[in-house]
């Protein structure tokens, strides 16, 4: 009677384990959304104006670019990397732009012009680092001061765009409504998100991301493409970086040189404090999305409150690192 009942009994603990374990992913996702819907109800609760459906749109239109830039950097993150050039790549995106449409060139051939500059600098990143077995801190930080190099060599100064295409695409407007709306950048931004979100969760190639992440010299000894894939996750971050840097120029419509100086931390912040790990495998990019608004959050509610310096929003941020930072560490401990 006793080995018949052994066989079943040793199964369901087993299976309830693996569901516990899947779930500790999420952990610091569901943190991510419990924190931003805190900071939204304290918002509410004390500006008058803070529950506006626009106040929230806002948050969309005011940092569609970092979003892009975040998407981008969150497929390096998963794969254990890290890209230090995409704020300088947008700089160089915007200069380089904004030059061009200056000179007289179209915009159908300055558009793909600076999204290629990108995408080739994020190509050659991707190879030195993965051939030539550079960290990527040090390729990227050379990439950094490259990019950034030369946009100040092309044009030191701010130079305003005035091309009809690009002041079209700043100007125009999705409207739901009296007084509310979202622009161009917001929504080539939710596709951006959409199609990374896809790829990363239905394709070889986001599996093998996950995978390199998780051990690259796991995934080689399974057969993956860890090559192949290290340098066209580096490709597309600057892709994206590129496509960041349009979306800027449409938000400024002006090309410069010191424009997103600084903004390689905060698309490192948003994709941490979304849950991604900064030693990779583990991440979703809906976290980063998630990221993008605690952070847009944090400065609207310092905007709101008026009194209140904005190197707040670098302390805030700071706080809230070196807590998900914490809780990825007891996450992954006790994981394992």
């Not at 903004?263 to 849950?275: C, K, R, S």
Request: charged share 10%.
């Amino acid at each position: 009677m006793t080995t018949v009942t052994a066989p079943p009994g040793t199964r369901a603990p087993k299976s309830r384990n693996r569901v516990y374990r899947q779930n500790r992913r999420h952990v610091p996702v569901l943190a991510t959304l419990g924190l931003l819907i805190c900071m939204y109800v304290v918002g509410v609760a004390n500006y008058d104006g803070f529950s506006d459906v626009q106040v929230l749109l806002n948050i969309f239109v005011d940092n569609a670019f970092l979003l892009v830039v975040a998407a981008g950097m969150t497929f390096v993150i998963l794969t254990g990397g890290i890209d230090l050039s995409v704020g300088a790549v947008v700089a160089l995106t915007t200069t380089v732009a904004a030059t061009m449409l200056h000179a007289g060139w179209p915009a159908g051939v300055v558009l793909p012009a600076v999204l290629l500059i990108g995408t080739v600098l994020g190509l050659g990143m991707g190879a030195v680092i993965h051939y030539f077995e550079v960290e990527p801190f040090i390729a990227t930080l050379a990439g950094m001061f490259l990019a950034r190099g030369i946009s100040l060599l092309i044009n030191r100064n701010s130079i305003p765009i005035t091309d009809g295409f690009w002041t079209a695409m700043a100007q125009q407007r999705l409207r739901f409504g009296q007084g509310i709306f979202i622009s161009t950048s917001v929504i080539i931004a939710v596709v951006v998100v959409l199609i990374g979100a896809f790829v990363l969760a239905y394709t070889r190639f986001g599996r093998t991301v996950y995978a390199i992440g998780g051990s690259a010299d796991s995934a080689l000894l399974m057969g993956l493409p860890v090559a192949r894939t290290r340098i066209a996750v580096y490709t597309l971050s600057g892709f994206c970086s590129s496509l960041g840097g349009v979306l800027l120029s449409f938000y400024m419509l002006s090309g410069y040189s010191l424009h997103a100086q600084g903004m390689e931390l905060d698309a490192i912040a948003a994709v941490v404090i979304g849950g991604v790990l900064l030693t990779g495998g583990s991440g979703y990019l809906f976290g980063t999305v998630l990221g993008v608004l605690v952070l847009g959050l944090i400065q609207t509610i310092l905007t709101f409150q008026g009194t209140l310096s904005s190197w707040w929003t670098k302390i805030v941020i700071g706080a809230l690192l070196f807590a998900f930072i914490v809780l990825q560490r007891v996450v992954t401990r006790r994981t394992r």
